[in-house]
């Protein structure tokens, strides 16, 4: 619970049994975390087991890829404020408290893994992955001319109930790509999006993507695909219809005190 919110975590898993029963417990350390969903996509034996022996509620999802587990494990959720992480260890639990801090302005808090600063040894962040994403995310931020964007592949990320249930049905994308899919949906909606960076650290076992220099370029290359895609069906007026009635927005509403006393803090 956090300000009066429940706060869900949604987990992926497919490769990390040896790190998922670690990463559940930290994020029910925080404090802060009511639920943990895991969504088990044809994982490795044993991380059934491992889940069991913590809190954290397991779903299966047999349709395999990153998107389609990523998607389940959100719609499982229940809480007001929900947070999707991956088991791996390459995040960390404690940078949700970084998430929430942001989730007082905004309805949705993006992770980014390419500030040098935040890198940790060992980390799957070198010289390409950390550029690459950068240059797709400011592809991205340029075509929408949205928030300040340097990530199109962290998973850690926090959107609120409201965001969730009117971006969820428009979700096509099964494989790796869902990221960018579910950030630019975000950003279609209205939503008021803020980029944070958080810790990036060194996996647990194997990484079945990225950690193939091949595998990673010929990913960048879907997503500019698919970010082209998108851009230019809302273009034409053929995008997806989220509305629902605006978002509010202290920030940019000058009449509510919230702004006033921030203005006149900042002067
Ligand atoms: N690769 C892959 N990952 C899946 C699948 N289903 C769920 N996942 C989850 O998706 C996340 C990404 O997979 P990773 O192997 O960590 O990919 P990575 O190479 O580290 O890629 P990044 O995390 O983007 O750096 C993990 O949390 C997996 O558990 C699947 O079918 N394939
Ligand atoms: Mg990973």
Not at 24 to 48: H, K, L, Q, R
């Amino acid at each position: 619970m956090w300000n009066g919110k429940t706060v869900s975590v949604a987990l992926p898993t497919y490769n990390e049994q040896a790190s998922i029963r670690a990463c559940i417990d930290g994020f029910f350390a925080t404090g802060v975390v009511d639920e943990v969903v895991v969504c088990n996509n044809n994982a490795a034996p044993g991380t059934s087991e491992e889940v069991a022996r913590t809190r954290a509620r397991e779903v299966i999802e047999t349709r395999q890829g990153y998107g389609w587990s990523c998607q389940r494990a959100l719609a499982e959720t229940t809480g007001d404020l929900i947070v999707l992480s991956e088991p791996d260890g390459s995040f960390e639990p404690n940078d949700i408290h970084k998430l929430l801090a942001y989730a007082h302005d905004f309805d949705v808090v993006l992770g980014s893994r390419t500030n040098t600063e935040l890198i940790w040894t060992g980390a799957n962040m070198g010289w390409w992955l950390k550029w690459g994403n950068w240059a797709v995310a400011k592809y991205m931020e340029f075509l929408f001319n949205t928030t300040t964007l340097t990530d199109v592949g962290c998973t850690m990320r926090l959107v609120t109930r409201d965001v969730l249930e009117r971006i969820q049905p428009h979700f096509t994308v099964g494989g790796s790509q869902f990221g960018p899919e579910m950030m630019m949906l975000c950003i279609w909606s209205g939503a008021h999006l803020i980029e944070i960076p958080l810790n990036y650290k060194q996996r647990v076992g194997e990484s079945a993507v990225t950690g193939d220099r091949g595998k990673a370029i010929a990913l960048g290359v879907q997503m500019i695909g698919l970010i082209s895609q998108f851009r230019t069906r809302t273009a034409v007026g053929q995008g997806p219809d989220l509305s629902r009635g605006g978002f509010a927005n202290p920030r940019r509403d000058a009449a509510t005190p919230l702004t006033a006393d921030k203005r006149g803090a900042t002067r």
